[in-house]
């Protein structure tokens, strides 16, 4: 297959995972986080094993397609059910540590994958990588729970629970617009989080004259930085600002626009410089990130919502990822190499994201938002 037959398939899975996002938001309200996360869990399975059998265009496109939508179900439902089990004072460390899954989740399964690429080829990578994904089925299937009433429990946060007989949605569009806000935010994060990860090994290896795997290693300083970022601002927020995320967030956010502002001021001329901003980028990136797609998806409503609001918030989110991926190419192209025009829209980027977060800050002073 060509380059860009490639790019079209990583394209279709982007925008499955968006579209699944907004329909995961539906179906957990409905179904719960439990069946849709086992049927999410199961459906990925599959297309990974049909992943390893593949050998046409067509096949593959399909089944990457499908898995978006499978891999859109973990996200909210996890969070869904994190919000029911935890309390807000406690709910920032404790999704803070659960947020750096996708960091070493995404290490450990390259190194997983890699190791069997060489010692059972392409099919037997792909079996071993859904033999891991189906004990996980197993751990959910046996040990989740919804939330602490499904084993007899009382519910952590009785007060945030509201009788669906009482009539009265939740839905109200002091909600709906606190969505779109953090909506809005997280546009911007996944933006240039999806741009970074995508691109950085590219224009190490062709700007800066790496070697390749030297650019993915030095690429690798991101995640790196970014795990810190997201415990450090989760601790933060619940023992420093009492479980407040919008304040914490914002700090983080100022900070991330300073690393892309250097990133597109120097980081073009110094491999040093890029490395830098890099870091700074991916501390202060992953912070905000997890607390406003996490912990922050619980609270703008209550955990009666939970599900449905980490699904729009990280399916608005996922949009952002989508117009990276269309975006980023053509202005590398148009500047015949040069980075200054990508690194200018990171930083557009991010200041959409500050400037949606002190909007949703006002709200919050006003008593209008929950964060």
């Given at each position: 297959?060509?380059?860009?037959e490639?790019g079209?398939?990583?394209?279709?899975?982007?925008v499955?995972y968006?579209?699944?996002?907004?329909v995961?938001?539906g179906?957990?309200q409905r179904?719960g986080a439990r069946v849709?996360?086992l049927t999410?869990?199961?459906?990925?399975?599959?297309?990974?094993?049909?992943?390893?059998?593949?050998n046409?265009?067509w096949t593959?496109f399909?089944?990457m397609?499908?898995n978006?939508?499978a891999?859109?179900?973990g996200?909210?439902?996890?969070v869904?059910?994190?919000?029911?089990?935890t309390?807000?004072?406690?709910?920032?460390?404790?999704m803070g540590l659960?947020g750096?899954?996708?960091q070493?989740?995404?290490?450990a399964?390259?190194?997983?994958?890699?190791?069997?690429?060489?010692?059972?080829?392409?099919r037997?990578?792909?079996?071993?990588?859904s033999a891991?994904?189906f004990?996980c089925w197993i751990?959910?299937a046996?040990w989740?729970r919804?939330?602490p009433?499904?084993?007899?429990?009382?519910?952590?946060e009785?007060?945030?629970e509201?009788?669906?007989?009482e009539?009265v949605?939740?839905?109200?569009?002091?909600?709906?617009?606190?969505?779109a806000?953090?909506?809005?935010?997280?546009?911007?994060?996944?933006?240039i989080?999806?741009a970074l990860w995508?691109?950085?090994?590219f224009?190490?290896?062709?700007?800066?004259?790496l070697?390749?795997d030297?650019?993915?290693?030095?690429?690798?300083?991101f995640d790196?930085a970014g795990?810190?970022?997201?415990?450090?601002a989760g601790?933060a927020?619940d023992k420093l600002?009492r479980?407040?995320?919008?304040?914490p967030?914002?700090?983080?956010?100022i900070g991330m626009?300073?690393?892309c502002g250097?990133l597109a001021l120097v980081?073009?001329?110094?491999?040093?410089?890029f490395?830098?901003?890099l870091?700074?980028i991916g501390?202060?990136?992953?912070?905000p990130?997890s607390?406003?797609s996490g912990?922050?998806a619980?609270?703008?409503g209550?955990p009666r919502v939970?599900v449905a609001?980490?699904?729009i918030?990280?399916?608005?989110?996922?949009?952002?990822?989508v117009?990276?991926?269309?975006l980023?190419?053509?202005?590398?192209?148009?500047?015949?190499?040069?980075t200054?025009?990508?690194?200018?829209v990171l930083w557009?980027?991010?200041?959409?994201?500050?400037?949606?977060?002190?909007?949703?800050l006002?709200?919050?002073r006003?008593?209008h938002a929950?964060?």
């Amino acid at each position: 297959m060509s380059v860009a037959e490639l790019g079209e398939i990583g394209s279709a899975y982007l925008v499955a995972y968006a579209i699944g996002q907004f329909v995961a938001a539906g179906l957990g309200q409905r179904r719960g986080a439990r069946v849709m996360l086992l049927t999410g869990i199961g459906a990925s399975i599959v297309c990974n094993l049909v992943f390893g059998f593949a050998n046409n265009y067509w096949t593959l496109f399909t089944f990457m397609t499908l898995n978006g939508l499978a891999q859109a179900t973990g996200w909210p439902a996890v969070v869904g059910t994190l919000g029911r089990w935890t309390r807000r004072e406690e709910r920032g460390t404790v999704m803070g540590l659960w947020g750096t899954c996708y960091q070493l989740g995404g290490v450990a399964a390259s190194m997983w994958a890699a190791f069997w690429l060489a010692r059972l080829g392409v099919r037997g990578a792909f079996v071993m990588a859904s033999a891991v994904l189906f004990a996980c089925w197993i751990v959910v299937a046996l040990w989740q729970r919804n939330r602490p009433e499904d084993v007899g429990l009382a519910a952590l946060e009785p007060e945030a629970e509201e009788s669906d007989d009482e009539g009265v949605s939740p839905w109200t569009r002091q909600l709906i617009t606190n969505l779109a806000l953090v909506g809005a935010v997280y546009f911007g994060i996944k933006f240039i989080r999806y741009a970074l990860w995508s691109w950085t090994p590219f224009l190490l290896e062709t700007n800066f004259g790496l070697a390749v795997d030297d650019a993915g290693y030095l690429s690798t300083v991101f995640d790196l930085a970014g795990f810190a970022g997201v415990i450090v601002a989760g601790i933060a927020s619940d023992k420093l600002f009492r479980g407040r995320r919008t304040v914490p967030a914002l700090l983080m956010l100022i900070g991330m626009m300073v690393g892309c502002g250097l990133l597109a001021l120097v980081g073009g001329s110094s491999l040093f410089l890029f490395a830098a901003s890099l870091g700074l980028i991916g501390f202060m990136l992953f912070g905000p990130d997890s607390l406003l797609s996490g912990a922050g998806a619980v609270e703008i409503g209550s955990p009666r919502v939970a599900v449905a609001a980490a699904g729009i918030i990280n399916g608005t989110g996922s949009i952002g990822a989508v117009v990276q991926e269309l975006l980023v190419p053509r202005l590398y192209d148009a500047g015949a190499g040069d980075t200054g025009p990508v690194f200018a829209v990171l930083w557009g980027a991010s200041l959409l994201s500050l400037v949606a977060l002190v909007v949703l800050l006002v709200r919050a002073r006003k008593g209008h938002a929950a964060l």
